[in-house]
């Protein structure tokens, strides 16, 4: 699987939009892209995927940039209930379920009011 | 039922001891998963478990010993654990494929005295 680079922790006030971006130049063709976040000692939450198009859902927005390399998370009205941890991660899902999904350092994110 | 159950949510045990982690879910996930988190890391994939049979051991000791007697059932054996074994043990289910991400439990905190 290919390997995600993100920043190690951003802020962002209450109300706005945050933007966590997400660098995974290696991704090869049949590679998706998942988001997940972990709030403080919780199991982590599904939040977001994609291949190629945009994604968005009742949580948050998944923009890809067209050569794949890149993906930014938009959470669009952050709350101080967003603060936890996000993890970019790309994986071939497997039919037979003997894919592994691997975490990388995730970025904190810090909503302040 | 759309949840992960994780029992117990904390375990204190010393490094004779033998226990076991449970975890359960009912919503006919085929693949389940175990992670161990350490404090401020992110999650390490464990085991991975397809149709009742171990697919992928992610060289773990032998001292932790993982078991699926059905598909709704996964656990995980522990005996003769050593202080740093101490973590967040995190439990996974997927459907087939995995497209729609994994569902995680809350996790059982363990601490090896």
């Known amino acids: 699987d290919a390997k995600t680079t993100q920043p190690t922790s951003m802020d962002c006030a209450e109300g706005r939009a945050a933007n966590l971006p997400c660098n995974h130049s290696?991704?090869?063709?049949?590679?998706?892209v998942y988001w997940y976040r972990q709030i403080h000692s919780q199991g982590p939450q599904y939040i977001i995927h994609?291949?190629?198009n945009n994604e968005t859902n009742e949580m948050a927005s998944l923009i890809i940039t067209e050569d794949r390399k890149s993906s930014t998370l938009i959470l669009p009205h952050a709350t101080l209930r967003d603060t936890a941890v996000y993890y970019c991660?790309?994986?071939?899902?497997?039919?037979?379920?003997?894919?592994?999904?691997?975490f990388g350092t995730g970025t904190r994110l810090q909503v302040f009011p | 039922d759309t949840e992960v159950t994780q029992t117990p949510k904390h375990l204190v045990m010393g490094m004779t001891n033998k226990k076991s982690l449970k975890c359960e879910q009912h919503?006919?996930?085929?693949?389940m998963y175990w992670y161990k988190q350490k404090a401020k890391k992110p999650p390490e994939l464990m085991f991975v478990?397809?149709?009742?049979?171990?697919?992928i051991n992610e060289s773990v000791p032998s001292r932790f010993s993982p078991e699926c007697p059905n598909s709704s059932l996964l656990n995980l054996h522990l005996h003769a654990l050593q202080p740093e074994d101490s973590a967040l043990y995190l439990c996974?289910?997927?459907?087939?494929?995995?497209?729609?991400?994994?569902?995680f439990g809350s996790g059982t905190r363990l601490t090896v005295v």
């Open positions: 991660i790309v994986r071939v899902p497997s039919v037979y379920n003997t894919d592994k999904l691997i």
């Open positions: 994609g291949l190629k």
């Open positions: 478990y397809s149709y009742e049979k171990l697919s």
């Open positions: 290696t991704i090869s063709g049949n590679e998706y």
């Open positions: 919503m006919g996930h085929r693949a």
């Open positions: 996974a289910s997927s459907s087939s494929g995995g497209y729609l991400g994994y569902t």
